[in-house]
């Protein structure tokens, strides 16, 4: 064993959950060693916030933790322990001011998702961290109370290398946008250590409508409603923006609604969706809203000409959406106008894949984990962070910032009781 590398900590993953996780590790006097198989940390973050990089959220525990899935209590202590406020404070204190836009979602001030990547980078090194790039865990094992980690050097000559740990956190991400690296490797590492691995699915994803007319791809609509049926039943009503893209229904509005309309069409059930392109008007003040347009342009009677009923529908949508929507609604007219903007209906008969799903659904069982200290309650030198685990969140800065929480509670807990 006196050949091999060995270290207090072993932090398996460079994304947010793992380099906070080796942050807080090193500055608790852990001799750390990090290892990350692409050749930077925080690739993924890259892709976050369209290139901005939504870091965290500012509501309160009582708000955030509602847009926690699939239970927010297991998240409690983590949060807890390193808040919303302490990562912004956090991110401050290394260097990178931070501003709060619309819905509380913190941002970094540059709006440059590198700028975050390459901060937390670097503050890994400055606090002693040993960061191994290019190098692919293969395998963890267990050598009497130590971790034995083998892992491939891709640097060069792709050599078998290992290290032996007295705590190994494994911070590996789901399978989200795979070419991040994201490839499922935590789920096969915390099986083979007899750990429980529900079912993952992509969450945050577009919805991809039957017969999908491409003439709505690139419309943005801001505050409307959606409503998620399944098996014709309600089960889930939200209000929002919302886009139409290449992959369908998305946006803020359609990746809060996709966690369930995925797991439904998993389970075999059919899904629809219903937008209101009025949330704030109920059907009679909106009759009589289009009544009094009508009145406007001189115009009575129910069936309109083509020309006559784009000019009305100009009242109440962006120009681009109204032929898509009369050729999504072909029997419009003014009877049902009302009904059409406030029900307008989509069957739903896809989703996109992990290729472009924000987050991974499922992942390694909480309940085999403790929420006070990340720790595996199988093998207490396994340790827990991010996505890994069976927890994902609603767009809008939660899901960094439950990486950021698990990642500096697993830090914390692995550097506090570790082989003196």
């Known amino acids: 064993m006196s050949n091999l590398m060995e270290t207090d900590v072993a932090v398996i993953g460079g994304g947010p959950a793992g380099m906070m996780a080796a942050i807080k590790a090193a500055e608790g006097g852990a001799k750390v060693v990090l290892l990350e198989k692409n050749n930077r940390c925080g690739k993924k ?39 919303n406020i302490d990562a912004i404070k956090f991110f401050d204190s ?48 267990m050598v009497g109370d130590k971790v034995k980690v083998t892992y491939l050097s891709l640097s060069g000559l792709v050599n078998a290398e290992t290290l032996i740990a ?24 915390a099986e083979s250590l007899h750990h429980s691995i529900i079912p993952q699915f992509p969450s945050l994803t577009a919805l991809m409508p039957v017969n999908y007319n491409r003439d709505l ?27 139409f893209t290449n992959n369908g229904i998305e ?45 406007a342009m001189g115009i009575s009677g129910d069936n309109l000409g083509s020309h006559k009923m784009k000019d009305l ?33 989509f069957k739903i008969s896809s989703y996109t894949g992990y290729e472009r799903a924000v987050v991974t659904a499922g992942g390694i069982s909480t309940t085999d984990i403790v929420a006070k200290t990340m720790r595996s ?22 899901n960094i910032q439950v990486a950021l929480s698990t990642g500096a509670l697993a830090g914390t807990s692995a550097s506090s009781n570790r082989a003196e």
């Open 166 to 189: 007295d705590n190994v956190i494994i911070a590996t991400g789901g399978l989200s946008y795979p070419v991040t690296g994201s490839t499922g490797d935590g789920y096969k590492f």
């Open 313 to 345: 529908l100009r009242k109440f949508m962006p120009a681009e959406m109204i032929v898509p929507f009369i050729s999504c609604n072909p029997d419009i007219k003014i009877s049902n106008l009302s009904e059409k903007m406030k029900d307008w209906r």
């Open 45 to 83: 973050i890259l892709v976050t916030g369209k290139g901005r990089c939504n870091i965290t959220n500012t509501k309160p525990w009582s708000e955030f933790a509602t847009h926690i899935h699939p239970i927010d209590r297991f998240i409690k202590p983590a949060f807890f322990n390193f808040s």
């Open 251 to 295: 946006g803020s509005l359609g990746y809060r609604v996709s966690r369930k309309a995925v797991k439904s069409m998993i389970n075999g059930q059919k899904v629809e969706l219903v937008i209101d392109l009025k949330p704030a008007l109920s059907l009679e003040k909106l009759k009589a809203r289009i009544d009094r347009e009508l009145a």
């Open 94 to 141: 290394i260097g990178l001011p931070t501003t709060v836009e619309q819905g509380d979602r913190v941002f970094p001030k540059s709006m440059k998702a590198i700028d975050v990547a390459n901060i937390l980078q670097e503050q890994l090194i400055k606090v002693g961290v040993n960061l191994l790039l290019n190098s692919e865990v293969s395998d963890i094992t």
């Open 217 to 243: 791809e690139d419309i943005e609509l801001k505050n409307v409603g959606l409503t998620l049926l399944v098996n014709k039943d309600l089960i889930q009503m939200e209000q929002g923006d919302l886009s």
């Open 377 to 398: 309650r199988i093998n207490p030198h396994i340790l827990f962070a991010g996505e890994v685990m069976d927890v994902d969140c609603d767009t809008g800065g939660y």
